[in-house]
T-cell receptor
């Protein structure tokens, strides 16, 4: 079974803090993704990585950065947290190129509250 | 532009009352359609992949079907534990990295 884990289920941070969200997958997947999910807006892609040290912006990258130093780990960084970044953050992974399977497997999510 | 539209937004059923959820899509070159189940406060759980029109997949009380324009998730004799949000998604056109376009989801509530 694919296993995607996220470092925290719940996180409370103050405005202006630097926040790190960690995601680890154990299936040797090449592609990893960070989404945020908000009521009425659905799932929105923040960043994705198609290989180690490789990244691309998704639909809403502003205010975020990412790091992928190892294949199994993908980190999302909020450089200076703001209240409008209060959200559910979801990490996902997928087998990479060379496969016709596009389904992504999600972690349990991190509920981040910025006060 | 790729689009995925799910209907209805919310569906309330009595236990045992069968029904269907709809997912309409517009994408250039379909490379699969995915159904997920999401419980409150949790990440989406992968259910099915459908690749071509006419294909069907089943899992317990759920059956997913696909046409050239839409997919249906049929729920037969649902139970309260089937209550969840059901999401469908398609790979975005023109990319090889598997970006997905998601629908807004259907919130299913099954009353005992």
């Amino acid at each position: 079974d694919v296993k995607v884990t996220q470092s925290s289920r719940y996180l409370v941070k103050r405005t202006g803090e630097k926040v790190f969200l960690e995601c680890v997958q154990d299936m040797d997947h090449e592609n990893m993704f960070w989404y945020r999910q908000d009521p009425g807006l659905g799932l929105r892609l923040i960043y994705f990585s198609y290989d180690v040290k490789m990244k691309e912006k998704g639909d809403i990258p502003e205010g975020y950065s990412v790091s992928r130093e190892k294949k199994e780990r993908f980190s999302l960084i909020l450089e200076s947290a703001s209240t409008n970044q209060t959200s559910m953050y979801l990490c996902a992974s997928r087998r990479g190129q060379g496969t016709s399977s596009y389904e992504q497997y999600f972690g349990p999510g991190t509920r981040l509250t910025v006060t | 532009e790729d689009q995925v539209t799910q209907s209805p937004e919310a569906l309330r059923l009595q236990e045992g009352e069968s029904s269907s959820l709809n997912c309409s899509y517009t994408v250039s070159g379909l490379r699969g359609l995915f159904w997920y189940r999401q419980d409150p406060g949790k990440g989406p759980e992968f259910l099915f992949t459908l690749y071509s029109a006419g294909e069907e997949k089943e899992k317990e009380r759920l059956k997913a079907t696909l046409t050239k324009k839409e997919s249906f998730l049929h729920i037969t004799a649902p139970k309260p534990e089937d209550s969840a949000t059901y999401l469908c998604a398609v790979p975005a056109g023109g990319t090889s990295y598997g970006k997905l376009t998601f629908g807004q989801g259907t919130i299913l509530t099954v009353h005992p």
